[in-house]
């Protein structure tokens, strides 16, 4: 009944949202997004991105120590995230392309970092930064307010209503292909920061990672393709920097762990299996 309220809510306030402040209208774009795309709707999407993921080729890292990696960083994280609302159970993929800086997260709790992330890192506090920046993301239900963006108040509180069930399946490579999920605005952005600081310090690593990978991104901006899908869609620019630094002085956030030697196992671990594909690639 909650989700036929608010169904019929979206219908008719869909054509009034523009006349609010942005502000006003980011929080009602995400309340209306979380109450008309319910958790199990979320995962199927998330199933749905995955296979369409698959469809276009995309591989995942084999090396258990790189995986591992990974998933120990999320689930040190997850544990104060579960205090805020994250799903049971955030799914961790590591994409295997070494020429790819990007991460980002799905409906559903998936999150993807690309391998060319954690070699431009230099610890695991700038990994857990970019992790925990995406865990903020789908906290806040930031990937749900994509979906109502991208299908429209209609269409979705039509999908809450049961009136097209195969929308799911579709939904999935127009997110996918459009690059949708990955177009948060700056207020999204912010906050997803503001989040991933705060359980960064809870879990005892050094929140100031956060800023050093966003500085080394904003330096090699002028060296693309490399960064270009992470300057697309995690726009890294002064003022943001700037207002990370501010939020870790205001709350008096210094130092922590960083894990410099098992980051540098991951790397290494990378580049040894790069080592085999380039000799072929050469001829030899």
Known sequence: MRRFVVAALALTVGASVPACSQRQRSKLETTLATALVS???ERE?????HKELEKQGVTYVKQALVTQYVEEITERLATEVKREGAPDRIKVYVIDDPEMVNA?????GRLYVFSG?????EDEAEVAGVIGHELGHIVAKHPAKRIALAMGYEALANLALGKDPGQLQQLAAVLLGGGVLAAHGRGEENEADRLGLTWLHRAGYDPRGMVRFFRRIKDLSADPPAVLAWLYSHPTTTSRIEHVREML???GWEGGEEGVEAHREV???ILDAQRPRRARGGGT
């Open 39 to 41: 958790e199990a709707e």
């Open 45 to 49: 999407i998330g199933r749905q991105v």
């Open 104 to 108: 980002f997260a799905t409906p559903g």
């Open 117 to 121: 992330l954690l070699l431009t890192a």
């Open 249 to 251: 002085r205001r709350r």
């Open 267 to 269: 790397r290494e671990a």
